[in-house]
């Protein structure tokens, strides 16, 4: 069965800084989804990045970008430039397809809650 | 945003008694999933449908039901609550292997 670890319950960070909040995962497949979601304080899930395990490149968005490394089966999240609306925790999630079913079931870590200080 | 609502938003019940949560979706998405969070345990899948009347179980499925009559309702019922079904229950869509969209979530007490 797959799992996914998020080994720092909890950080912090100075705004303007950047953070790196860590995720391992582990599974057989070769075929797989990774994600970032971000919930603030209003536990809205907000999707932060995705990353396809085919895809060499690591997916970058804005001031979010993610060290994906197969082999060791890990998928880091770095926010650069940290801001104060980046406080919220953070959870990395696997989802592997299901050709039979037709369905995406996700798998979650436990999550890191990060602080952004002022 | 995707087009996502839950009601209740909140609620409280008392043990033994039944609980309907309602998702509602505008996006026409095939999928459809009900989850719950703890804290220490992340979210856990409570069940899934990939379309009208198609549904399965998640991993901590026991002591709920689901129903999904049109594309746009997925229905989560506690049969008979209990106070460890206590929680925040998220409802999530996704087209095919597209994202997962979350709703704005339910709280829920059981006393």
């Known amino acids: 069965a797959q799992t996914v670890t998020q080994s720092q319950p909890e950080m912090s960070v100075q705004e303007a800084e950047t953070v790196t909040l860590s995720c391992t995962y582990d599974t057989s497949e070769n075929n797989y989804y990774l994600f970032w979601y971000k919930q603030p304080p209003s536990r809205q899930m907000i999707l932060v990045i995705r990353q396809e395990a085919y895809k060499q490149q690591n997916a970058t968005e804005n001031r979010f970008s993610v060290n994906f490394q197969k082999a060791a089966k890990s998928f880091s999240l770095k926010i650069s430039d940290s801001q104060l609306g980046d406080t919220a925790m953070y959870f990395c999630a696997f989802m592997k397809p299901s050709f039979t079913s037709g369905t995406y079931k996700y798998i979650f870590g436990t999550g890191t809650r990060l602080k952004v200080l002022a | 945003d995707a087009g996502i609502t839950q009601s209740p938003r909140h609620k409280v019940t008392e043990t033994g008694t039944p609980v309907t949560l309602r998702c509602h979706q505008t996006?026409?998405?095939?999928?459809m999933y009900w989850y719950r969070q703890d804290p220490g345990h992340g979210l856990r899948l409570i069940h899934y449908s990939y379309g009208v009347k198609d549904t399965d179980k998640g991993e901590v499925s026991d002591g709920y039901s689901v129903s999904r009559s049109k594309t746009e309702d997925f229905l989560l019922t506690l049969e008979s609550a209990t106070s460890s079904q206590t929680s925040v229950y998220f409802c999530?869509?996704?087209?095919?292997?597209?994202?997962?969209?979350f709703g704005p979530g339910t709280r829920l007490l059981v006393l």
């Open positions: 996006e026409n998405h095939r999928y």
């Open positions: 999530a869509i996704s087209r095919t292997q597209e994202t997962q969209y």
